[in-house]
């Protein structure tokens, strides 16, 4: 599974580092979301699903 964000919709809430860390993180500068971990290794992708269903902008995308 991959995930990418779609910057320009990202407003910067960080709930998808709350929800999954190891695969999300946030940019120090302008405070939006840094994809970590682009292919998420399969131990993480519940997590990673749930960050994505709860970002309210619908950045978030997943690939495959
Ligand atoms: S939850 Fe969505 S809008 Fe908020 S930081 Fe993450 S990707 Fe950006």
New binding site residues.
């Given amino acids: 599974m991959k995930v990418d ?1 779609v910057i320009d ?9 709350d929800r999954c860390p190891e695969v ?1 993180g ?1 940019d120090e500068i302008e405070g ?2 840094v994809i970590l971990q682009p292919d998420v290794p399969a131990g993480l992708e519940q997590k990673a699903r749930l ?1 994505v269903r ?4 619908g ?2 995308i997943i690939l495959d």
């Avoid at 990202?10 to 998808?16: F, K, L, N, V, Y």
């Avoid at 709860?54 to 902008?57: K, L, S, T, V, Y």
């Fill in positions: 964000v919709l990202c407003q910067g809430h960080a709930r998808c580092q999300f946030t939006k979301c960050a709860n970002c309210p902008e950045a978030l």
